[in-house]
């Protein structure tokens, strides 16, 4: 790390991998805020062993399923106790994503995030290596984040998740197409209140995702471990 700091870049995000370690580490504001950084455990794990949706709940439960999983400055709440995100939620899931992904598919795989198409910029694109040169899209992968209130405390209107949601499920019919991916998924993650969450977000597109063959894959996130404790009792 000194002679990236040496070099005037301590300031600047950066990934480290260190191999005799088995360890990816993540400095989201650069490598002298240590306090900030984000360390996984490297896997060895393939998709054909390790299904797409099994990575996506593993994740929800150790990085953003409630706060207390937030060890880094990447959060996603900015008060959980009254269901207010950081302005950056979605973001910063993709972030911790694309972190994890990597970690856990670090053999014979690559995890690109913002990749850019004719038809926009897919979050996450998990590619897996065939041959020397060689690679096969597995999966594209789209992120929505919902809320009940923005960063600023005011209320996110029902009409205006409905059209989240259907923006989410046109782009990802259309990113996994031009990819030619396997699978295509619509992730949302639910940081509504606990009492705004009753209809079902994905009932318009259920249909239309069985002929497209998208999978869409709804996370719940609580603003508090008390919630989340209440949810799994309930």
């Known amino acids: 790390m000194d002679e990236i700091e040496s070099l005037g870049l301590g300031n600047q995000p950066a990934i480290a991998i260190e ?24 896997g060895e794990e393939d998709l054909e062993s390790t299904p797409v949706l099994n990575l996506l709940e ?55 995030m913002e990749h850019t198409l004719r038809s926009g910029r897919v979050d996450i694109v998990i590619r897996k290596r065939m041959a020397a040169g060689l690679w096969k899209t597995s999966a594209a992968v789209e992120l929505k984040v919902v809320r009940s209130f923005s960063s600023t405390g005011r209320p996110t209107p029902a009409a205006a998740l409905v059209k989240h949601i259907a923006r989410g499920y046109k782009q990802i019919r259309e990113y996994r197409k031009e990819l030619e991916a396997t699978e295509g998924w619509l992730v949302t993650y639910d940081m ?43």
Not at 31 to 36: L, M, N, Q, R, W
Not at 93 to 100: A, D, H, M, R, S
Not at 192 to 208: E, M, Q, T, V, W
Not at 212 to 230: P, S, V
């Open 19 to 42: 191999f005799s370690k088995r360890t990816i580490s993540f400095y989201p504001t650069g490598v002298e805020a240590e306090e900030s950084v984000v360390r996984l455990e490297v």
């Open 58 to 112: 593993r994740f929800a439960e150790k990085f953003v399923v409630t706060p207390n999983c937030q060890e880094s400055q990447i959060r996603t709440w900015l008060d959980g106790t009254n269901y207010i995100p950081v302005k950056a939620a979605e973001k910063n899931i993709q972030e911790l994503l694309w972190l994890f992904l990597s970690s856990r598919l670090i053999d014979n795989h690559k995890i690109e």
């Open 192 to 234: 509504r209140k606990i009492d705004a969450r009753g209809n079902d977000l994905y009932s318009p597109h259920s249909a239309a995702a069985v002929a497209d063959e998208l999978n869409l894959h709804l996370e719940a996130l609580y603003g508090t471990a008390d919630d989340y404790r209440d949810s799994c009792a309930a």
